[in-house]
């Protein structure tokens, strides 16, 4: 499989969740190219078993592959827990997780090292972020807290007044009282409910939005390998899916931040 710098990011969710990480790619390389795949015939990843999330993932990254792929990112935190050891090992291009860079960058923010991770169950049963919080920082404390109603609340655009804040207060008050001082929002999903989470964490508590240092490390990456394109270009944005779901495109440009375009619906197999 042959790629150039001209050749495209490929990206992979469930859904569309992970066009809050393409939103941040765009915006932090705006010349480069991105080819995401929305699963949406299968979402959500979050609820299925390891070797389900596992065989999807691979899937998924054969057409990104078959495609001319120069780099992929996988912007699934429950496909980032399961998949992307072996993704990284076997793929014949540079493969990113949204799970290290958050952890990353949610390790120079802490000050007082108490660290919460909010995410899915699959996510947090999978143990990534532990691991990878224990490997980063081994002095830290960390607490982890799944919020499955945060995903159907942000797709219904449910994104603050009372329903919003009181599952905010449910799920999150708990970890608050840890006396947390930074906190990972680990799913693609939960940085449109930050205003909620904010209100009810706290100013003093940083949130940490993964797309934001995922952009960052995939920009450092591509200028390490030399795989950057240099040139001045409209990059172009081709998303397909493998389903249209109901409010797609609301759902879908409130993620992305911009009107949709170049959609179509493929079969990956």
Same mark, same amino acid.
């Given at each position: ?14 859904? =569309?969740?992970?066009?809050?990480? $393409? ?10 190219? $991105?080819? +995401? ?48 050891? @072996? ?13 290290? &860079? ?10 007082? +090292? ?31 807290? &799944?919020? &499955?109603?945060? $995903? ?16 905010? @207060? ?58 950057? +394109?240099?040139? $001045? ?10 389903? +249209? ?10 993620? =992305? ?13």
């Amino acid at each position: 499989m042959s790629f150039t710098v001209k050749s495209p990011i490929g990206v992979f969710d469930s859904g =569309l969740g992970g066009l809050t990480v $393409v939103r941040q790619i765009r915006r932090i390389l705006p010349a480069e190219e $991105v080819l +995401y795949l929305g699963d949406l015939a299968h979402l959500p990843y979050g609820t299925k078993s390891e070797s389900e999330i596992r065989r999807r993932s691979e899937q998924c990254a054969r057409f990104l592959l078959k495609r001319g792929i120069k780099a992929l990112v996988i912007a699934c935190n429950s496909a980032s827990s399961v998949a992307f050891a @072996r993704l990284r090992k076997t793929l014949p291009v540079p493969v990113l997780d949204v799970i290290t &860079p958050a952890v990353e960058s949610a390790v120079s923010a802490t000050r007082n +090292y108490r660290i919460g991770v909010i995410a899915t169950y699959a996510t947090i049963e999978s143990g990534s972020y532990a691991r990878i919080l224990q490997k980063k920082c081994p002095d830290a404390e960390f607490f982890m807290k &799944p919020c &499955p109603l945060f $995903v159907p609340l942000a797709e219904e655009g449910w994104l603050d007044g009372a329903i919003a804040m009181q599952a905010a @207060r449910k799920y999150l008050l708990p970890i608050k009282k840890k006396s947390i001082d930074t906190l990972i929002l680990g799913c693609t999903h939960y940085p449109l409910l930050q205003g909620v989470i904010s209100k009810v964490m706290g100013r003093s508590v940083s949130l940490i939005d993964s797309a934001i240092p995922t952009a960052l490390k995939l920009k450092a990456l591509l200028a390490k390998r030399k795989m950057s +394109y240099d040139g $001045v270009r409209q990059a172009r944005l081709k998303i397909c899916v493998t389903d +249209y779901v109901r409010n797609f495109t609301r759902i879908g440009e409130a993620f =992305l931040g911009e009107t949709l375009e170049c959609v179509r619906r493929v079969r990956i197999s």
